[in-house]
């Protein structure tokens, strides 16, 4: 099992350019998140997706937009890249059912730098 | 506003000594309290997690005390190694879909 994977490792963009960060995992989660981590704020969720077919916003959604593509994935998008959203990016999932609160696992991290 | 409040941000401590790490929160609708371990280059990971039903939880060198009344809660790290060197969140959230509130964090360092 891989757990939850994260494309790419690392990237740098120019401002306005834009770019999708992606996430998959294969432990049949229903729920999947997207925090943003800067030092000295924690980790700050941007986008949930409860189950396939469903996204929310989380603390910190503007400038982003989300696809819950299946199960399976779910991917981060930044249309206009700012300098602001220089962070390292984390795609987590869990298992979410009845009264349950479900461990989040969380994926390596995309080091995203926009000059 | 940050929802869970966390403090100290970096702690330096002896090996064999005792880490302790506070974490504070308002929303009394919060009902589970995990913290999360994360070592450089690597995503967070559980490390022990509490429901407000008890005032204490061990596992192993690590334990979470939690005060309701005081909405107060920490993490304790008996027996601290240098393996232990990692940054430690506290995070809280209530309901069914793992809205997690993490606190800003704190990077341990333990000196061998």
């Known amino acids: 099992n891989a757990g939850v994977t994260q494309t790419p490792k690392f990237q740098v963009l120019k401002t306005g350019q834009s770019m999708t960060l992606q996430c998959a995992q294969d432990?049949?989660?229903?729920?999947m998140y997207w925090y943003r981590q800067d030092p000295g704020m924690g980790l700050r969720l941007i986008y949930y997706?409860?189950?396939?077919?469903?996204?929310d916003k989380g603390e910190v959604p503007n400038g982003y937009n989300v696809s819950r593509l299946n199960k399976r994935e779910f991917s981060l998008r930044l249309e206009s890249a700012a300098p602001s959203q220089t962070s390292v990016y984390f795609c987590?999932?869990?298992?979410?059912?009845?009264?349950?609160?479900?461990?989040?696992?969380f994926g390596p991290g995309t080091r995203l730098t926009v000059l | 506003q940050q929802q869970v409040k966390q403090s100290p941000q970096s702690l330096i401590v002896q090996k064999g000594g005792i880490s302790i790490i506070n974490c504070a929160y308002e929303?009394?609708?919060?009902?589970?309290f995990p913290w999360y371990q994360q070592f450089p280059g690597k995503g967070p990971a559980l490390l022990i997690a509490?429901?407000?039903?008890?005032s204490e939880k061990k596992e192993g060198r690590f334990t979470i005390s939690f005060n309701k009344s005081a909405k107060q809660f920490s993490l304790h790290i008996m027996d601290s190694q240098p393996g232990d060197s990692a940054t430690y969140f506290c995070?809280?959230?209530?309901?069914?879909?793992?809205?997690?509130?993490f606190g800003s964090g704190t990077k341990l360092n333990v000196k061998p």
């Open positions: 432990m049949n989660h229903n729920s």
């Open positions: 509490i429901r407000p039903d008890v």
């Open positions: 987590a999932s869990s298992e979410v059912g009845g009264l349950a609160i479900g461990e989040q696992f």
């Open positions: 995070a809280a959230t209530f309901g069914r879909f793992n809205k997690f509130y």
């Open positions: 929303n009394t609708a919060f009902d589970y």
């Open positions: 997706s409860a189950s396939e077919g469903t996204t």
